[in-house]
């Protein structure tokens, strides 16, 4: 299973869970089984119409930024980072 690391301000969701081992071979899936083991979740990483990232939200799969988001594979022994964009300039 993948190694899910959680964001601090989603922690409160995971029961304060820092990495979770969760299946799945794309992002979209791995998302989605995440939030059946943690309800409420998807809404947090998902656009309204769950096709996407929330804007600002890059999905980081072992070391390298997904340039194909919720289409991504991941792999059994992978290890995936939420981030949210940092903003300044």
């Given at each position: 299973?993948?190694e899910?690391?959680?964001?601090?301000?989603?922690?409160?969701?995971?029961?304060?869970?820092?990495?979770?081992?969760?299946?799945?071979?794309?992002?979209?899936?791995?998302?989605?089984?995440?939030?059946?083991?943690?309800?409420?979740?998807?809404?947090?990483?998902?656009?309204?119409m769950?096709?996407?990232?929330?804007?600002?939200?890059?999905?980081?799969?072992?070391?390298?930024?997904?340039?194909?988001?919720?289409?991504?594979?991941?792999?059994?022994?992978?290890?995936?980072?939420?981030?949210?964009?940092?903003?300044?300039?």
């Amino acid at each position: 299973m993948a190694e899910v690391w959680i964001p601090p301000k989603l922690q409160q969701l995971t029961d304060g869970k820092q990495q979770i081992q969760v299946e799945g071979t794309t992002v979209r899936r791995l998302i989605n089984n995440l939030e059946l083991l943690h309800p409420g979740i998807k809404d947090f990483l998902c656009d309204e119409m769950q096709e996407d990232l929330v804007p600002g939200l890059a999905v980081i799969i072992d070391g390298e930024v997904s340039l194909l988001g919720m289409l991504d594979k991941v792999k059994e022994d992978s290890e995936v980072h939420f981030l949210p964009a940092i903003g300044g300039g």
